[in-house]
């Protein structure tokens, strides 16, 4: 372990080391890590030199800036500062700390940058340079503004210059408070150049993307995708990001793509890499940890920090390692990536274990760093409460302990056991470097010296560099050195055909890719690139064909077209190459779709289905009526049991475009009634009857035929079921059914699959008569039954007040409702519905503590886990998974919370309202349709948003079909559980969930 310098030495010996009150002083802190064996840990900087550090970098010259976010969690009144820590004595290692800048509200990220930094500082990008080199900066620019200013975890930040010469910051957009509203209510406004009215801007907080950006060219665009805080880069410029439980995933398809066509409803972007799961166990050694209200123990729940391990410093198999801070559980986790076609695959480096872990529950570890010298730079907190107090208890909230630990922090160097010590503070003369020997450092194994290589180049854009770049594509034999120079070449506007030519056979696949997206660049002015490009569409390397794939999705060329479909046909499995395929068909949906029949019909896989169904929901919301109009005669003209598969599919897509395409139905209804007379089970008639019913018969002798043979088949008991299935779906167009058909299918001796589908039709041919008799029979409807009955309840406001009467009347009890669609109706739009649903169903004269006491000697019971699983199933399945499985995807995987407190997650379930888990927020969308949906909004992209029902299923709605988007403010988990579960039951549920 590397000696304290004397410049630390009064530091750590005066520092408080009393463990329950200050945490422990820097020096004993040491001691509580254990460490990955082959490395070691020595400390860089701490109090009093720095506290609350939350990112670094070094500039060419050697110097640390380190951004201080003193005001996390709640205070915004310009606490934050930027240190610069420089070394005095000569020896290289950080010894004296000036404040740079102060003044700041909650400085989220810095990165050096021309002769100064940037700072990400919600709302503000800003600028700011020491002019006159007194060590504390006398200029301020605002470069970009406009994000919110949000709870902190959900602000922009991280700066980084990424490959190819543009500024990444990342972006999770805003989240809705319901506790600090003042504070952090805030949504922001068009993200903007405020000094350059005449450049581009992006909507309101980007719609909560991370974006990119150049500062002197005045361009903006907004990616695809987000990450909370922290983004990362592997050595080919994938973007990886995190997200609290979602621990690391990969940006696969850039927006520029999926822009390309506004019918691609993307509900993400993202690819969740790691093979062990979200929210997967962690392995820590804290010595009585710190957790709060809502803290997810035993799994990761507050991921950040995100980085690859570039530094060319670590051993094998650290060069494809990523790190992630977790710092509620005090540790370091690693994950190992391989290829995994377009996108990766992450696995544990270590099983059972972590990379770094601490027993201190002060150590909070929220980033890292490569530095100069290769080391990882871990960058401590050192709080004793990370967690922010909107997901925890009042209690701990009003304790006074949020800010203990704010006057400490520490940074921290890793390296293989037996480096060298740190010795390159105020060493570093790259700030002097000529032009060629910038060049040079390109060639560096790490990945410190060719960033800061090529952010100089570009700053200098010295023309004269062209020769020296060129001269490193021909001689290294380190492929990254060769994509940055590309990149360069590309920055100094020197872009040179041959070298590009050349790039593109290089031996390895991150070359070849890159010189792709050069190459993308230059199609217009460089028209015999298309050439040059076609023949790698049989490249070895997936993300080579996939990154060709999206590049000639620009070219409408005959050969560009034939060689994306020999991608799409190669690697039809992969469903980012078909996304892919898909964004570059707009005007030409329909030849790609019949393509893909000629090319795929022969045989049916996933890919090949899924594929069919996406480019038919393109094709239809294309809204050209002569290509619906061959795509439903396409599905329908044979009737060879080969190509029912692809048929179907067609439909389906089709029907998953919405209700805003016309649809020509004739030949749907033939087609049908031509089905119902053979007996055997058909995914297209399926098709054909979940399309109809949406779309209607307008041919009403064909509708008439249809609804006369329908009423038979559904009652006939000597038919296929899923023939009468079939039959009685498409009822729900007959207007003149008889009451006395549904009935009689909704009987204990009907198979449930009849059943529910008849408790939807009659629903919907008469909510008023099925309301009451769905009452009169509520003891003999099974749980599915119940479940699908809800449904017909909420969906008008006649069945609402049937519903509402029954339990007033106490004929059907509150806890079967299930927890969503009581929010539902206690945010109905009719006030009377609404009003009524809340003084049914809310409790909210009902003192929650009196309630928590009543039950508080379940905690004490021992509970029978095999038990709770019944309870778990009846009351908690219809919106909650454990471990993934046994229920509904709706609210949060109960296994998360297996290692909270009992008296926790008691408080929780019996008042859900007083925190809403992250990322559960319940929201109401109204569409320019008329509708209006009610869900979790699962997903983003730039220009869709995906909603989460109850049921589990979920759709994507454009952003521009959204007239008013609003959180409500109640929980998805209303209060009132206590009159669905006994003590004893609680206990039992309890055991259950903290044995998963």
């Known amino acids: 372990m590397k000696p304290v310098f004397p410049a630390l030495i009064f530091l750590l010996f005066s520092c408080n080391t009393d463990k329950t009150n200050s945490g422990l002083s820097p020096q004993d802190a040491l001691k509580t890590f254990t460490l990955a064996d082959g490395f070691t840990i020595e400390l860089v900087a701490a109090e009093p030199m720095i506290a609350d550090p939350v990112a670094m ?73 020491d002019t006159d080199r007194d060590g504390e900066a006398d200029h301020k620019e605002i470069l970009l503004t406009g994000f919110a200013l949000s709870n902190p975890q959900h602000n922009a930040n991280t700066p980084v210059f990424g490959l190819d010469n543009w500024i990444y910051i990342a972006h999770q957009g805003e989240v809705t408070p319901k506790v600090y509203i003042k504070e952090f209510g805030d949504i922001g406004a068009a993200i903007r150049f405020p000094q350059f009215s005449s450049a581009p801007t992006l909507p309101q907080n980007a719609n909560g993307r991370s974006i990119r950006f150049k500062p002197d060219a005045k361009e903006i ?41 506004p019918n691609l409803r993307l509900a993400t972007s993202l690819q969740m890499l790691p093979d062990h799961g979200d929210a997967c166990e962690v392995f820590p050694t804290t010595l009585n940890p710190e957790h709060q209200l809502l803290t997810d123990v035993g799994v990761i729940t507050s991921s950040c920090g995100v980085t690859w ?35 990766f695959t992450a696995s544990r480096v270590y099983e059972r274990k972590e990379f770094l872990t601490s027993t201190d529950a002060w150590c909070r570890p929220v980033n890292f760093y490569i530095g100069p010298d290769g080391a990882l730079y871990i960058i401590d907190y050192y709080r004793k409460i990370i967690e922010h107090p909107e997901w925890m208890s009042e209690e701990v909230a009003a304790s006074g302990k949020l800010y203990e630990g704010s006057d400490k922090g520490r940074i921290y160097r890793v390296t293989p056991t037996g480096t060298s010590p740190l010795s390159w503070c105020g060493q570093i003369k790259l700030g002097d470097a000529s032009t060629s020997e910038l ?35 021909d001689t290294t034999k380190f492929a990254p050195a060769v994509v ?145 109009r061959k795509m439903i005669s396409l599905a329908t003209q044979t009737n ?66 249809i609804i006369q043979a329908a009423r038979g088949i559904a009652v006939d008991e000597t038919k296929d079921i899923s023939l009468r299935e079939d039959a009685l779906g498409i009822l729900v167009l007959d207007a003149d059914a008889d009451s006395l058909l549904y009935q009689k299918v909704i009987s204990p001796s009907t198979p449930e699959s009849l059943q529910k589908i008849a408790v939807k039709v009659y629903a919907k041919f008469n909510a008023t008569a099925a309301g009451k008799y769905f009452v009169a029979h509520w003891k003999t ?6 479940d699908v009955a809800m449904d017909a309840f909420l969906s008008s406001s006649q069945s609402a007040v049937i519903l509402l009467d029954a339990i007033q009347s106490k004929q059907i009890q509150p806890a079967t409702i299930g927890w969503p669609r009581m929010v539902e109706l206690m945010n109905n739009d009719d006030a009377e519905i609404k009003k009524r649903a809340r003084a049914l169903l809310a409790n909210e004269q009902t003192d929650r503590n009196e309630i928590f006491k009543k039950y508080e000697p379940a905690l004490s019971l021992q509970g029978d886990a095999a038990k709770g699983a019944i309870v778990f199933k009846n009351v908690c399945s219809l919106c909650h998974q454990i471990n993934g499985a046994n229920g509904r995807a709706f609210g949060p995987d109960l296994a998360t919370i297996r290692n ?84 004893e039951e609680m206990a039992d549920l309890m055991a259950f969930i903290k044995s998963n």
Request: glycine letters at 8%; one cysteine or more.
């Open 309 to 343: 391990s570039e530094g060319g410093l670590f051993p094998k198999p650290f060069d494809e390692i990523t790190f992630i801070a977790e710092p509620v559980h005090n540790l370091v986790h690693t994950d190992k990536l391989a290829d995994k076609g377009a996108t």
């Open 221 to 261: 665009e907004m990616l695809s995708g987000e990450s909370q805080y922290g983004q990362a880069f592997d050595p080919w410029g994938h973007l990886l990001g995190t997200a609290n439980a979602n621990h690391l995933f990969h940006e696969v398809i850039a927006a520029r793509y999926l822009n390309r066509n």
């Open 900 to 983: 909270r407190d009992k008296q926790f997650i008691m408080a929780d379930i019996l008042d859900p309202n007083r925190s809403i888990a992250d990322g559960y927020e319940l929201w109401k969308i109204e569409r320019t349709n008329g509708e209006s949906l009610t869900g979790i909004i699962s997903s983003e992209t730039s220009t869709t948003l995906t909603v989460r029902f109850a049921s589990g299923h979920e759709t994507t709605v454009p952003r521009n079909e959204i007239t008013k988007l609003e959180a409500i403010e109640t929980s998805a988990m209303p209060r009132g559980l206590e009159s669905a579960v006994s003590m």
């Open 484 to 628: 940055h120079a590309l990149w360069a070449m590309e920055g100094l506007g020197a872009t040179d055909v041959g070298y590009l030519q050349k790039a593109l056979k290089h031996s390895v696949g991150g070359v070849r890719e890159n010189a792709i997206k050069i190459a993308e660049l230059h199609l217009k002015d460089m028209p015999s690139l298309e050439n040059d490009l076609l023949p790698l569409q049989n490249d070895a390397d997936a993300k080579v064909r996939f990154q060709l794939l999206c590049t000639l999705g620009d070219l409408n060329t005959k050969p560009s077209a034939s060689a994306r479909q020999n991608i799409l046909r190669h690697d039809i499995e992969d469903e980012w190459v078909q996304v892919a395929a898909l964004s570059a068909t707009r005007g030409h949906e329909l030849e790609m779709l019949e393509g893909a029949v000629k090319d795929l019909a022969g045989k049916e896989t996933p890919g090949r289905k899924s594929f069919i169904v996406n480019c038919a929901s393109v094709a239809a919301l294309s809204k050209d009526e002569n290509n619906i």
């Open 640 to 705: 060879a049991a080969a190509d029912v598969w692809w048929q179907a599919a067609i439909l389906q897509g089709v029907a998953g475009a919405g209700g805003e395409v016309e649809i020509p139905t004739a030949g749907l209804a033939t087609s049908l009634l031509t089905s119902f007379k053979d007996p055997a089970p058909s995914e297209r008639r399926k098709a054909e009857v979940a399309l109809l019913c949406k779309k209607g018969i307008e041919d009403q002798t064909l509708k008439k035929k």
């Open 781 to 786: 409807l099974t749980p599915a039954l119940r």
């Open 439 to 473: 060049v040079k450092q390109l060639a560096s194994h790490n990945i410190w010296w060719r960033r800061t290589a090529q952010r100089l180049l570009m700053d200098r854009h010295d023309v004269s560099a062209v020769p020296f770049l060129k001269q490193v594509i």
């Open 57 to 129: 970098d070094v500039d060419e010259h050697g110097n640390l800036y380190v951004a201080e976010m003193h005001g996390y969690p709640l205070d915004t009144h310009g606490s934050g500062v930027i240190k610069l820590l420089t070394d005095t004595n000569g020896d290289g290692f950080p010894d004296k700390s000036t404040v740079y800048a102060d003044s700041l509200v909650l400085p989220m990220g810095v990165m050096c940058w021309k002769k100064g930094i940037i700072v990400v500082d919600s709302p503000d990008v800003i600028y700011l340079e």
